[in-house]
C-alpha cells in the first residue's frame, strides 16, 4: 500500500514536470512552426510573383527591367516599384499615408493585390472580386512584397515629393541633350515609344516624332507644351488615339510614377528635347496626378 502511494505520487510528479517542461517549450515550437510556414508562404509568393506580376512590376519588384511574357522581349514597365521604401518601410508607410489608408499595412498591400486599382493598369487578383488567384495565394504574394522591408532599403532617405506647377510655363528652362539621356536612358520613355527619329520604331506607345504638332492638336486649348507635361505627369488625363497595335487602351499602359521620379529640370529637359525648343508656350493649367 505505502509504496503504491509512493510509485503514485513520483509518478504524478514525473507527469505535472514533463507538462510543464513541455508548456514551457510551446512558444518555441510555435513560433519555429510559424517561421516555417511563413517561410513557405513568401516562397510560394516569389513564384506567383514571378509568373504574375514581373511583367509589370519588374525582376524583383524594382519596375527596372519587364519583359513581355509571350515574346520574351524587354518591354517597359507599366507598374509601380513595390519592392521599395515608399510602399513598405515603416508601421504606416508613405504610400499608405498619400492613400489615407486606416488599416495595417499588411491589409493596404492584400487588398491592393486582390482588387486591383480602379481607373489604372493594375489588375483584379483574387477571386472574390473575379480574379484568378485564391485567398491564401493572394496572402502568399501579400508576404512576398511585405518581405522587401530590409533595414538598408528602409535606411535610404525618402525623397521630399516635388511641388508640380500648374502650367508648363513655370518650368525651368530645359536642356534638349540632357532631354534625350533622359529619354532614352533614365526614364526608358524610348522601350515603349521608340525613337525619335525613326517613325515606326515603337512598340508600346505613340510615336513621338511629330509630337510638336500633333501635341497641339490634341486637346481643346492646350499648346503641345501643356500637353506633353499633361501626359507625363498624369498619363491617365487624356488617353491618345493610336498606338502600334491599335487604338490606345484605357486605362493608360504608360507608368503613372513619373511625377515621383523626375525632378522639375528633368522634365524640363524632356519635353525641350521632344519639342525641339526650349520656350514652352502655355495656354492651360494642367490636371495635376493625385
Ligand atoms: C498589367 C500590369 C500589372 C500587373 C500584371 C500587375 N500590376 Fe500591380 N500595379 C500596376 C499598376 C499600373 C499599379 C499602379 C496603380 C496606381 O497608379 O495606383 C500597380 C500597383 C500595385 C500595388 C500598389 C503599389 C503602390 O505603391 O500603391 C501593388 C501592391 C501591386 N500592384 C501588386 C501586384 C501584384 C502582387 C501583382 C501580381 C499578382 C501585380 N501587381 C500585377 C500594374 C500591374
Ligand atoms: C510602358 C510604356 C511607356 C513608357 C515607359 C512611357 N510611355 Fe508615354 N505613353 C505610353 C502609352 C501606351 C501612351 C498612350 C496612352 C496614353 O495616352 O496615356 C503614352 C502616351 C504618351 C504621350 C501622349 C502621346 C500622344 O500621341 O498623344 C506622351 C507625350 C508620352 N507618352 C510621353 C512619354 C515620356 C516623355 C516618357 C518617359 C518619361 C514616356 N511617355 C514613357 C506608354 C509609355
Known amino acids: 500500500m505505502q509504496v503504491k502511494i509512493i510509485i503514485g505520487t513520483i509518478a504524478f510528479m514525473l507527469t505535472m514536470i514533463v507538462i510543464g517542461f513541455i508548456s514551457l517549450l510551446e512558444p518555441a515550437r510555435m513560433e519555429a512552426f510559424t517561421e516555417a510556414y511563413t517561410g513557405r508562404s513568401i516562397e510560394n509568393g516569389a513564384e506567383l510573383f514571378a509568373n504574375n506580376c514581373a511583367t509589370c512590376h ?64 493594375m489588375p483584379t487578383w483574387g477571386e472574390e472580386f473575379g480574379g484568378p488567384l485564391q485567398p491564401n495565394q493572394v496572402l502568399d504574394l501579400t508576404l512576398f512584397v511585405l518581405n522587401w522591408e530590409s533595414e538598408e532599403l528602409c535606411a535610404e532617405p525618402t525623397p521630399e515629393p516635388v511641388g508640380w506647377p500648374a502650367t508648363v510655363a513655370e518650368l525651368p528652362e530645359g536642356n534638349p541633350d540632357n532631354g534625350q539621356d533622359h529619354y532614352a536612358v533614365t526614364f526608358g520613355c524610348q522601350g515603349c515609344h521608340g525613337q525619335v527619329v525613326e517613325e515606326g520604331s515603337n512598340t508600346i506607345g505613340p510615336w513621338l516624332g511629330n509630337i510638336a504638332e500633333e501635341g497641339a492638336e490634341r486637346v481643346e486649348g492646350y499648346t503641345a507644351a501643356d500637353y506633353v507635361y499633361e501626359s507625363i505627369l498624369n498619363p491617365n488625363a487624356h488617353i491618345a488615339p493610336d498606338c502600334p497595335n491599335g487604338p490606345c487602351t484605357e486605362p493608360s499602359a504608360m507608368p503613372g510614377n513619373f511625377a515621383q521620379q523626375m525632378t522639375l529640370q528633368d522634365m524640363a529637359d524632356v519635353i525641350a528635347y521632344l519639342l525641339g525648343t526650349n520656350e514652352f508656350e502655355s495656354s492651360a493649367e494642367i490636371q495635376l496626378p493625385e
Open 58 to 121: 519588374g525582376i524583383e519588384g524594382r519596375a527596372e527591367e519587364c519583359f513581355d511574357p509571350s515574346s520574351g522581349e524587354p518591354t517597359g514597365c507599366i507598374g509601380l516599384p513595390l519592392n521599395n521604401a515608399q510602399l513598405v518601410c515603416g508601421t504606416r508607410s508613405a504610400r499608405m499615408e498619400q492613400l489615407e489608408w486606416a488599416g495595417t499595412k499588411q491589409d493596404f498591400i492584400q487588398s491592393t493585390i486582390a482588387s486591383g486599382r480602379v481607373g489604372t493598369a
